[in-house]
């Protein structure tokens, strides 16, 4: 105990130094939710009560913080406790929505990239241009992904004022996706060389990356807080209270679910 709050302080105390010697600091905190919870709220094992006030005390205490800039993240605002967000605190608030298909080529650029060794096949396909060999593979994976057909349907919601809406994959896409789903085509290539002796990454390798995150995703429903969906899909209005799952061919499928009565086991994107 008292040992994260030291680290908040010593992260402070550095900042402050880099801050006055005329450098200016950026003080990054990612997936605050899990260091500064709502106080009092049971989640966890209560070290909040302790470690929340410390940086209460670095952010608005005695001692300025001057030239110092401080930024969290999080995609569950709602369980990081309310004095932290406060005016004159972290009361700045910007939303980045879940990728479009846009964004998502973008992201997926980051990852995917010139310098991979490309199948012979694929490049064949592009008169041997790297450049387009790989735009074309994103953008065969990215139509994929947010294709609204059947084997993407994966969730039909009824709201509270009787509603039903069809969630599909893209609904729940995010960043972390889109590079677990290079990653695992990667993975697929060192396979295929190893065992066929065929070298470099293919689009096949990225669809079937698709298709395999997908289906690890397919527990995501088993959630019990109906208020979670809309923050998990990014949903907003009338509250959800009961989902359909809706996977194609998946054995034993649960055919509908009230999310009041599901166990909590889910997994958040």
Request: charged content about 30%; proline content about 3%; some cysteine.
């Amino acid at each position: 105990m008292g040992e994260t709050e030291r680290q908040i302080r010593l992260v402070f105390q550095r900042a402050r130094e880099k801050a006055s010697e005329g450098t200016p600091v950026i003080v990054f905190f990612d997936e605050m939710e899990s260091l500064f919870r709502t106080r009092g709220s049971g989640v966890s094992s209560d070290v909040e009560n302790t470690i929340v006030p410390q940086l209460l005390a670095e952010i608005d205490g005695v001692e300025g913080l001057q030239n110092v800039v401080v930024i969290g993240a999080s995609n569950r605002e709602d369980m990081i406790d309310p004095a932290i967000l406060r005016p004159g605190r972290l009361d700045v608030k910007i939303k980045i929505e879940r990728p479009d298909a846009e964004a998502a080529q973008d992201i997926f650029g980051k990852y995917l990239t010139e310098r991979l060794p490309l199948h012979g096949d694929d490049l064949t396909e592009h008169g041997g241009d790297k450049g387009m060999t790989v735009q074309s593979m994103i953008q065969t994976a990215v139509q994929q992904m947010y294709a609204e057909s059947e084997e993407n349907r994966f969730l039909e919601v009824t709201y509270a004022n009787g509603d039903k809406e069809v969630l599909y994959f893209k609904d729940f896409n995010s960043g972390a996706m889109i590079e677990n789903i290079v990653g695992r085509a990667k993975k697929m290539a060192i396979k295929d060389f190893l065992e066929k002796n065929q070298k470099g990454l293919r689009v096949s390798h990225l669809l079937q990356a698709c298709v395999d995150e997908f289906k690890e995703n397919e527990d995501l429903p088993n959630t019990t807080n109906p208020d979670d969906w809309a923050r998990i899909s990014g949903k907003k209005g009338e509250r959800i209270v009961y989902i359909r799952t809706l996977i194609t061919g998946k054995q034993g499928a649960d055919t509908g679910r009230s999310i009041d009565t599901v166990a909590n086991t889910g997994q958040y994107l």
